[in-house]
């Protein structure tokens, strides 16, 4: 509809109002590996770093929406009655709140790993990874790393390995658009009645995207409703991770193993 105004006809049609989501993204990314051999090592130290964009727009009702009854005398008649709309609905955001977000970030990553061979039979990797986010306060994000892989018998048909590292994921990189979105300043949407001072007149709407004076609503959801979950309290989803496994050659082309990760 002109200006994007929704109308709603219970059980009969419905022409949505102006809703747009975007959600654009750059990347520039960065990566250096080196790897040196030396009699029993294998060993690789590397670094990677690439900058984030995301961002978007979120944009919902802000223009507005008429709901008229059942069944109703239509088109609207200012001199019908019965075809005047039974509701109006509006979205707006908080005094200082908006639907656009941007945001500038890195993601630097930093690892070392030596692959060392101290018997014929004995093979260790060793290794640690860190990892930075210029968005997130935890800067704790050490995660070391070690595999071993045996063969008890010597005769290259056995081999028993094991291995535990840590590990730790990017935070959510629209988290900020949730929490720009839907904090005390955020999105809320304000259903008026016929009767109410504020109702507007068909096919007038409310002045937005800013609550207007006399409206009174909370946001639809307060996504950081206690101190836990503030931005400074951030930290990256880590994870401890173990595995042990057993694999024997039974047959010339054919070997069987066990494993068991936790």
Known sequence: TEG?????????????????????????QFANKLTVHANRHVMKVGTSQHSATPGGLIHSNLDGTYTFAPNPSYPYNPAVPASFPVQYSQGFFGANGSGELKIDEWHVALYAQDDWKPTDTLTLNLGVRYQYESSVPDKNNVAPRIGVAWDPTSSGRMVVRGGFGIFHSDVFSTVDAFEAYQNVDGFRSVTFAPGDALFPQYPNTLPGPVIPPGVTAPPGAVYLETAIYAPSKRQHPGSRNYTVGFERQLWRNFSGWVDFSY
């Open 4 to 28: 994007g105004l929704g109308l709603s006809y219970p059980g009969q049609a419905n022409f949505p109002g102006y809703s747009s989501q975007t959600a654009p993204d750059r990347m520039l």
